[in-house]
């Protein structure tokens, strides 16, 4: 169902500073996790993903990081850019459909000073 | 390479007056295609997914309905529309795994 709330979760950091987003999940039968950064009136962008089988997959500036047992989802952003000011969203798919429906987490805003 | 594309990129209707929005996808064919809200401050709410041609499913009852005339078009409308459909509308293509979303339609009802 949707988010209930209005205030997103907020972090802010210095340019050049790394940053983690974290997200946590609820149905043991996710088996694929994505990341997306939205910018102010934009639509999402995909960042990475990771599926259920791996515990950490690395980008460019980007790594994922799962953790099963706690169902727990973070994103690690090294070297915080202040183009990287976005709010960030986490996605999960549950393995059970067909049609790859995704649930998103509420997002977190993450604010880069220079 | 696959683009996505939606219009109007805003749009203000008052209360009462009909809708559509419209989603297109190039560079792919038989694509699975989403049609998201997203309120204020807040996430994704999945409206209508399709998987092909005139295949419709509905994840939450309300005030919208959704078509899909050709392959690659996905359509989102409503007869009449309430404040509470106010929101960003989005609309995304499945490629293996992962979702792609266009750039979204900003409406305001008032």
């Known amino acids: 169902g949707e988010s209930v709330g209005l205030h997103l979760p907020t972090l802010s950091v210095q340019e050049g500073d790394n940053s983690i987003i974290n997200c946590a999940y609820s149905n043991s039968a996710s088996d694929y996790f994505i990341w997306y950064k939205q910018e102010s009136g934009k639509g999402p962008q995909f960042i990475i993903d990771i599926r259920s089988n791996m515990d950490k997959r690395q980008g460019q500036r980007v790594t994922v990081l799962l953790n099963k047992t706690v169902k727990h989802l973070s994103l690690q952003i090294a070297a915080t850019q202040p183009g990287d000011s976005a709010v960030y969203f986490c996605a999960e798919r549950d393995g059970g459909t067909s049609y790859g429906k995704l649930t998103f987490g509420q997002g977190t805003i993450l604010t880069v000073h220079p | 390479s696959q683009t996505i594309h939606q219009w109007p990129a805003t749009l203000v209707q008052p209360v009462g007056s009909p809708l559509s929005l419209e989603c297109t996808v190039e560079?792919?064919?038989?694509?699975?295609l989403y049609w998201y809200r997203q309120a204020a401050g807040r996430g994704l709410q999945l409206l209508f997914y399709?998987?092909?041609?005139?295949?419709i499913s509905s994840e939450v009852p309300q005030n919208l309905s959704a078509s899909r005339p050709q392959d690659r078009q996905f359509i989102l409308s409503s007869k009449k529309l309430l404040l509470s459909d106010s929101g960003f509308y989005l609309c995304a293509w499945r490629k293996a795994d992962t979702q792609y979303f266009g750039p979204g339609t900003r409406l305001t009802v008032l």
């Open positions: 560079g792919t064919s038989n694509p699975n």
């Open positions: 399709s998987v092909g041609i005139g295949q």
